[in-house]
Structure formats: C-alpha cells, structure tokens
T-cell receptor, first 111, second 114 residues
Framework: QKEVEQNSGPLSVPEGAIASLNCTYS??????FFWYRQYSGKSPELIMF????GDKEDGRFTAQLNKASQYVSLLIRDSQPSDSATYLC???????????FGAGTILRVKS | GAGVSQSPSNKVTEKGKDVELRCDPI?????LYWYRQSLGQGLEFLIY????????KSGLPSDRFSAERTGGSVSTLTIQRTQQEDSAVYLC????????????FGSGTRLTVV
C-alpha cells in the first residue's frame, strides 16, 4: 500500500531555533514532493516543492530530498511563533495525478 | 476568480439527509480535486477531474458519494443519506493540468452530521 509517513508530533522548538520535519514515502518511483502548511481551522497552503535530489532553499525554508532513501525533509531556520502550524508532506506517485498526503506534523514554536 | 471558492463554509445536517457541496476553481484550472480531512487526520483523496476525461473516482468511500463537474468548471460533491462518520472538512483544490506545482486549496466546507 502506498503511504506517506510523518511523525505526528508535536515538535516543540524555541524561537530562533531550527525546526526539522521529516517524511518518508513508499513509492520508489515518485518524482514530485510538496510541503504544505496548515494553520488551525484553515486550508493547506503550499510552501515548498522539490523534485531533484539535494536541497532547495526559499527564504527560511529548505527542503531536502533523498530519493534513494525515500525521504524528504523540511528545515525551518530562525523559527518564529508564527510558524506554529501543522506541516503536511505530499507526494505525487509515479503514476496518477493526485497528491497523497501524510497525516502532518504539528510544530510549536515557543517564544 | 482569484482563488478556489467553496460553499457553504459550514453545513450542519441531520443523519440520513443528502447534502451538496460546491467548488468553483480558479479560472483556467482544468484539474480539480476533492479531499476530505477528518478531525486531526491527514487529507484523504476523494475524486479528481481533468478536463473532459473520465474522473478518477478511486477515493470515493462508498456509493453514497458522487461528484460532477459541469462545463469543466464548477464541481458539486453530493453525499446521500449522510452518516455521522461523514463529518469532516471537505476541501477542493485546483491547478492547471500541466503544472508541476502543487495545487491551490479552497477554504473548505465543514460538514457536521448530527
């Protein structure tokens, strides 16, 4: 069964620290990977996507992909209380047109 | 429109009643998706529309669920004979068919079956 796995958390980090969020997936042929942020009571918002092995940086966010290990991560540098949210990892399987989502990791940034 | 629009934003219905949820995607987005999110859970895929192609209905949980998309734009998700386990937030998303990016979600419809 194709799956996307995330640690549910909550992950608590102090303000200014680096938050590291991890995700593993089961479909070895997957090519596209996404991170969504979801504030409580709100809909998911795309913050990063990556499809090449290695790192992709955008501001305080860095996505890391290792296809051999079927592992994708999101690093948030200089974490702020406003980063407190649920972070959803999503994977586009090799075949098909939909994204499969993990259950999400709750991040809490303490000031 | 500027974003994906869903209505109603909240719906409370009695068990056994039928409900219709509406999604108006971003103009020009030919791909449209329905997901649902139960409390504290991840997003569960329901159905996918792409242009005039046959929809991917593989995620619909039972035959009480159906969806249609008229004119390649607005979509309606219908749940017949609602059950309490249908209570969830129903999210619609859209994207251009050839986009490699993720999709844009609407604000969702919170369905409560009492």
């Amino acid at each position: 069964q194709k799956e996307v796995e995330q640690n549910s958390g909550p992950l608590s980090v102090p303000e200014g620290a680096i938050a590291s969020l991890n995700c593993t997936y089961s479909d070895r042929g997957s090519q596209s990977f996404f991170w969504y942020r979801q504030y409580s009571g709100k809909s998911p918002e795309l913050i990063m996507f990556i499809y090449s092995n290695g790192d992709k940086e955008d501001g305080r966010f860095t996505a890391q992909l290792n296809k051999a290990s079927q592992y994708v991560s999101l690093l948030i540098r200089d974490s702020q209380p406003s980063d407190s949210a649920t972070y959803l990892c999503a994977v586009k399987w090799e075949y098909g047109n939909k994204l499969v989502f993990g259950a999400g990791t709750i991040l809490r940034v303490k000031s | 429109g500027a974003g994906v629009s869903q209505s109603p934003s909240n719906k409370v219905t009695e068990k056994g009643k039928d409900v219709e949820l509406r999604c108006d995607p971003i103009s020009g987005h030919t791909a449209l998706y329905w997901y649902r999110q139960s409390l504290g859970q991840g997003l569960e895929f329901l159905i996918y529309f792409q242009g005039n192609s046959a929809p991917d209905k593989s995620g619909l949980p039972s035959d009480r669920f159906s969806a249609e998309r008229t004119g390649g734009s607005v979509s309606t998700l219908t749940i017949q004979r609602t059950q309490q386990e249908d209570s969830a937030v129903y999210l619609c998303a859209s994207k251009p068919w050839d986009s490699v990016y993720g999709y844009t979600f609407g604000s969702g419809t919170r369905l409560t079956v009492v």
